[in-house]
C-alpha cells in the first residue's frame, strides 16, 4: 500500500533539513509518495499568505506530514497545521547520545505535551492600550485524551514504570487543577502508576537530576519550554525530534525553529528532523525501517561525521551520507 506523506521544508533550515530527511526515506525503499507543499514567511513574502489551503488540504488528507520549520509565521503555519493532522500531542524524546557532549549524559526523557489548548488556545485580546489578556483554556476531554495516551505509551514498553504528571495547580488551581486531577484519575483506573511536579521545581530538578525522570506529561506551554530545557541537557536543538500525534495521522518535525544564525550555510544537523522521520516510521508501522534509522543515527552522532553545533566541521549533506550509508 501506497503512503501519501506530505513534505512541507517552510524556511531557514527547514528547507536543509527536511529534504536530508527525506533523502533517507528514499533510501529504504518503501512505497512512499511524497507530495511537497509550501508554507511559511517566505511564502507569505511572495503571496500574502503563510499557509495557503492547499498546504493544511494536503496535510489533512496525507498519511503523514513531515515539516521543517517556519519563522516569524511560526504559530500561523504550525498550530493549524496540527489542527490539521488533529494531533492532541506532541512526543519529545529528549536523550543524551554516546559520543555526544552532553551537560547531563544521563538524561534519556519523553515529554508528552498537551498539543490543542493550554495558553496557546489563542484567546488573547488587548483590551486598552495598557491592558493585554489571555484566556487560558484546559478541558476535561483533552487532560483524558492525553492521561489515556500516557497510559498506553509507558504500558507499551517494559523501558518506563509510570509517568509524571508536571503542572502549576498550587497557582493555577481550575486550569492546572483540571489537568492535574483527570490525568491522575485517568492513570489511576488504568492502573498506572504516576508522581506529580510542580513545574517551577521542575526545571531545576531536571537540570540537576534528569535521571529521576522518565516520561513527563505537561502542559501546552510548559511542553514547549522543559523540552527545550532539556535540548540543553542533552547537546543542543539539533538532537531534538518531535511527533504530533493524533489518531488517525501524524504530523513530524524537529523542535527547533530555523536557525536564522546559520540558515543558507549548509551546516545545520538535520538528526533531529531524521530521528522525526524515524518516528513517522514507527506511526505508520515501519518498525523494522524506523529500528534502522535510529540506529545509523546513532552510530552517526557517535563516529561522526558532524556537524559544527556537535563540534564537528561536517556539512549537513555530509552527516545525512553518512546516515545512509549505515542504513
Ligand atoms: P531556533 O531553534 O531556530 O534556533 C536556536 C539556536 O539553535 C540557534 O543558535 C540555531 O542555530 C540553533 N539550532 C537550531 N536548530 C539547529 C540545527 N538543526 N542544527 C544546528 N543548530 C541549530 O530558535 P530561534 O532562534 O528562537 O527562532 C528562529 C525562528 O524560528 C523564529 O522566527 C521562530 O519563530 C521560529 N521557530 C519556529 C518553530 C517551528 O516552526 N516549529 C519552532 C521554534 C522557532
Ligand atoms: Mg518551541
Do not use: W
Request: proline share 5%; aromatic share 6%.
Amino acid at each position: 500500500m501506497t503512503h501519501e506523506i506530505a513534505v512541507i521544508p517552510g524556511d531557514g533550515i527547514g528547507k536543509e533539513v527536511t529534504p536530508a530527511a527525506v533523502d533517507v526515506l528514499e533510501a529504504l525503499e518503501i512505497d512512499f509518495e511524497f507530495v511537497e507543499a509550501d508554507a511559511g514567511d517566505s511564502l507569505k513574502e511572495a503571496t500574502g499568505e503563510a499557509l495557503p489551503q492547499e498546504t493544511y488540504d494536503l496535510a489533512a488528507s496525507a498519511d503523514a506530514t513531515l515539516f521543517g520549520a517556519a519563522g516569524e509565521t511560526a504559530a500561523d503555519v504550525i498550530l493549524p497545521l496540527r489542527d490539521a493532522v488533529d494531533s492532541f500531542v506532541n512526543i519529545r524524546p529528549a536523550k543524551a547520545y554516546p559520543g555526544i557532549d552532553a551537560v547531563r549524559p544521563e538524561t534519556d526523557l519523553v515529554f508528552l505535551r498537551e498539543n490543542t489548548e493550554g495558553v496557546y488556545a489563542g484567546h488573547e485580546d488587548r483590551l486598552t492600550e495598557d491592558v493585554a489578556t489571555l484566556t487560558r483554556v484546559v478541558t476535561e476531554s483533552a487532560s483524558a485524551e492525553l492521561g489515556e495516551f500516557a497510559c498506553e505509551y509507558v504500558s507499551e514498553s517494559d523501558d518506563h514504570d509510570g509517568f509524571t504528571i508536571v503542572h502549576k495547580a498550587n497557582v493555577m488551581r481550575e486550569t492546572d487543577g483540571v489537568f492535574r486531577d483527570t490525568i491522575k484519575s485517568v492513570a489511576d483506573e488504568n492502573g498506572v502508576e504516576t508522581d506529580e511536579v510542580l513545574m517551577d521545581a521542575f526545571a531545576t530538578r531536571v537540570c540537576l537530576e534528569p535521571e529521576q525522570f522518565d516520561v513527563i506529561a505537561c502542559p501546552n506551554l510548559a511542553g514547549d519550554v522543559l523540552s527545550d530545557l532539556a535540548a540543553g541537557l542533552v547537546g543542543g536543538l539539533g538532537l531534538l525530534p518531535s511527533a504530533n500525534v493524533g489518531s488517525e495521522r501524524g504530523l513530524f518535525e524537529p523542535v527547533h525553529g530555523t536557525a536564522p544564525d546559520i540558515a543558507g550555510e549548509g551546516v545545520a544537523n538535520p538528526a533531529a528532523t531524521i530521528i522525526s522521520a524515524a518516528m513517522m516510521l514507527e506511526f505508520l508501522g515501519y518498525d523494522e525501517q524506523a529500528h534502522a534509522v535510529h540506529e545509523a543515527v546513532e552510530a552517526t552522532l557517535e563516529e561522526g561525521p558532524r556537524t559544527p553545533d556537535l563540534g564537528g566541521d561536517a556539512s549537513t549533506d555530509d552527516v545525512t551520507d553518512a546516515i545512509i550509508e549505515r542504513l
